[in-house]
């Protein structure tokens, strides 16, 4: 170890300093060692003043791209349904190539979009202790991703409060309400970001059904998003609003210049209204960015991501050449696992589970060879998630302290320690995030906590990726039910604390497992489900989950599936 400097000129450290320290320590330091300590200390002092009044360095593949700037912002005029934080209206002049070209999209509000303000779903004091949200200084990779692919951003999207609650009237940019029926939840925290896709799925499907427009009632929405998922908040908007959500292999997207919860189970990802816009925005986003650290060797460099799209294509093709592309023969060759322990998670209502099954028997009917699968650690997987990470999230995701391995941390975000006024605004808003506080500080005060059962917790979440590893080598993928019950109402905001809660406990119990393992999961509409007032219906979703790195598998899957008929379509809306 080598010493900067002693710096034993003017001090501003002081004994009492040292033995303020000592007291926060618990330990009492003799005063004959004090003024070598304050020496040493004052020396680190000006150190730290050295760091301090460097200039803010910005990386260079962060950085907007100069054909991109400047950059306007505006609040959106129409947003009756809450999906949008901020628009704007970007495109490159000159991209790589035009994959996405003609296609718009927007970004969960916790992606940092150059020029653009960033909220994280929670008000400013809450974020950054000013009264004004910071201005995003960088392009997050997915959006220098989108840019050069030659799509147009449209803005970015609301999220729910610190992204930490799987329904949508938490956000601080208010209530975000489902395209299907308004007045219900869109799921979160990718709330926004499933809104806005939905609304352009709800204007095609009316139009395809021969139903009115109510495009004034549904205002502008974008042909795909990127959102974010640590338990759930890609996969559970998607399935409460119809679309299609993707939480891809951990590592496989990279997450720089996104807002963490904790790294372990970070991830961006696409949703999209079908199949293939979701396979191509994949192929944009994915492969190594070289600064996150989430990316592991199996990560691809850009030049080896699968082209998603041409290899579905490819697989089709050579399906259709066979005679192979039917009803009664598309799923030849597949290999489907029922995940038995999935249908046993408390909460699980008869419609959806109903609605899964038969789901399952159009994989059999297409000739797909249907096992059931047993995981026994499945049903604990929830359990190992939650002490895995709980501690964790609380210093990243809520106060964004640095990981401890090299990234590029987020700039501008520096949420205040909690106080009374700040506990009152999440009691109000999302109790869901005072709460993660009150969890971590009583887990690392426990006798039988604190980090070891936090290690321990880790062990398991090897056990459990060891044991869907296993499981799919038998199959080409896994099918759960995605959420227990079809979109509900929202609660009101002068509710109790249990009664805020109450709706979204058991929501993530499918999802939140394959966070901490990293294998990806898709969700994809199957069919139709009653609101709980008998108002209208809401979608409902089954999840497709493959082998770490093998999302095409999950591709091949869907689509051999859907050759039956799109899942909304099961229903004309009369």
């Not at 993707?246 to 079908?274: C, E, F, N, R």
């Not at 909460?347 to 000739?367: C, N, P, Q, W």
Request: with cysteine.
């Amino acid at each position: 170890m080598s010493v900067v400097s002693l710096n034993t000129g003017q001090s501003t450290v002081t004994i009492e300093t040292i033995h303020g320290i000592g007291s926060k320590l618990n330990v009492t330091i003799p005063e004959t060692d004090a003024e070598d300590y304050r020496i040493l200390l004052n020396g680190l002092d000006a150190t730290r003043k050295q760091i301090a009044d460097l200039p803010e360095y910005i990386d260079p593949r962060l950085a907007p791209d100069a054909g991109t700037i400047p950059r306007t912002w505006w609040k959106a005029e129409h947003n009756a349904l809450g999906g949008w934080s901020h628009r704007c209206d970007v495109t490159h002049p000159s991209p790589t190539h035009e994959r996405l070209k003609g296609r718009t999209l927007a970004f969960k509000d916790n992606v940092s979009v150059a020029g653009l303000p960033i909220t994280g779903g929670t008000f400013p004091e809450l974020l950054n202790g000013k009264p004004e949200y910071p201005i995003s200084k960088i392009d997050a990779v997915v959006v220098s991703r989108v840019l050069q692919s030659g799509g147009t951003v449209y803005g970015t999207a609301t999220c729910e409060h610190f992204s930490m609650s799987p329904i949508s009237f938490t956000s601080a940019n208010g209530t975000v309400h489902n395209p299907w029926l308004k007045g219900y939840t869109t799921g979160g925290s990718s709330s926004g970001s499933a809104c806005l896709v939905a609304i352009n799925q709800v204007k095609a499907w009316r139009k395809r059904h021969g139903l009115s427009s109510i495009d004034d009632e549904l205002g502008e929405g974008v042909d795909m998003a990127v959102g974010g998922d640590q338990g759930g908040s890609i996969r559970l908007p998607a399935a409460f609003t119809g679309i299609y959500g993707l939480k891809p292999t951990h590592g496989l997207v990279a997450y720089s210049g996104i807002l963490s919860l904790h790294p372990m189970i970070d991830h961006a990802g696409p949703m999209a209204s079908s199949l293939t816009d979701l396979t191509t925005l994949l192929g944009v986003l994915a492969g190594y960015d070289g600064l996150d650290p989430r990316m592991t060797p199996e990560t691809p460099l850009r030049s080896n991501v699968p082209d998603y799209t041409k290899d579905l294509s490819t697989w089709i093709a050579a399906k259709q050449a066979s005679g192979e592309w039917t009803t009664t023969a598309a799923g030849k060759g597949l290999r489907i696992g029922v995940l038995k322990e999935a249908f046993a998670m408390p909460g699980l209502t008869e419609v959806v589970r109903a609605t899964v099954y038969d789901a399952i028997e159009r994989f059999r009917s297409a000739g797909a060879a249907v096992t059931e699968v047993s995981i026994p650690l499945h049903s604990a997987g929830p359990s190992i998630w939650t002490i895995a990470t709980r501690c964790g999230i609380g210093t990243y995701g809520l106060q964004n302290q640095p990981q401890a391995l090299l990234n590029y941390p987020m700039p501008d975000i520096s949420p205040p320690p909690l106080s009374d006024a700040s506990l009152a605004t999440l009691t109000k808003h999302n109790p869901a995030v005072s709460n993660m506080l009150i969890n971590g500080e009583f887990l690392a005060s426990h006798p039988q906590g604190g980090p070891a059962l936090t290690a321990k917790a880790m062990t398991h979440v090897s056990q459990l990726r060891a044991a869907y590893d296993e499981a799919l080598k038998d199959v080409d993928v896994l099918v759960t039910p995605l959420t227990p019950r079809v979109a509900m109402k929202h609660p009101e905001l002068d509710m109790s604390v249990r009664e805020k809660m109450t709706p979204a406990i058991g929501l993530s119990l499918n999802t939140c497992p394959f966070n901490c393992t990293g294998h990806p999961g898709l969700s994809m509409p199957i069919g139709w489900g009653d609101a709980e007032d008998g108002e209208g219906k809401l979608p409902i979703a089954m999840q497709l989950v493959g082998r770490r790195f093998g999302e095409a598998g999950i591709f091949n899957a869907a689509a051999a599936w859907e050759v039956g008929g799109l899942g909304l379509d099961s229903w004309n809306g009369k």
